[in-house]
């Protein structure tokens, strides 16, 4: 009796988890692409999203949204554009190498800030930048209805993710 007890209890266990997996939460996902190692400007911005971790902070800012459906942020080169739209079909959000490079450049051109508020000015701009590019994934995935440019509503939202 003892056994039989048991192995329903195991069987019933199995099937439960097997449900759960089955019917798990959407997540963010998140993927660092390599960065082509014959650009230099490119491989360092690779080095300063992978050793900042910022898409996983994204990740983690992101995971208390009930997502309908997998959303994937990932980074990659992409030949020479500064942004790649947010794809609707595949879900992901593409944070350009070159988009993170012309705000390093742009911050390295700032010679009177010490490195700190260097520092600082980097780190906003780059969380700005990744607000602003999943903005409009959280749109599509929520169905937010846009009066207006799209373009303004993701700087709209990005504005108000980054005030204190």
């Not at 069987?11 to 190692?37: E, R, S």
């Not at 898409?55 to 994937?72: M, N, Q």
């Not at 500064?82 to 051109?109: G, N, Q």
């Amino acid at each position: 009796m003892r056994r039989a007890t048991l192995a329903a209890a195991i069987v019933g266990l199995t099937q439960w988890l097997v449900l759960a997996a089955a019917t798990a939460a959407p997540q963010v996902t998140i993927a660092y692409g390599d960065a082509p190692a014959s650009d230099a400007a490119l491989v360092h911005a690779h080095d300063i999203l992978v050793k900042s971790q910022a898409l996983d902070e994204l990740g983690t800012f992101l995971s208390p949204l009930r997502l309908p459906t997998d959303l994937h942020i990932r980074s990659d080169a992409c030949g020479g554009a500064s942004r790649r739209p947010y794809d609707p079909a595949t879900k992901t959000v593409t944070i350009c190498y070159e988009m993170i490079a012309r705000i390093l450049d742009v911050a390295k051109a700032r010679t009177s800030a010490s490195d700190q508020d260097r520092s600082q000015a980097i780190l906003g701009t780059v969380v700005e930048a990744l607000f602003h590019e999943t903005a409009y994934a959280l749109f599509d995935l929520f169905d937010v209805p846009i009066w207006g440019r799209i373009d303004d509503a993701a700087i709209r939202e990005a504005i108000d993710l980054t005030e204190p």
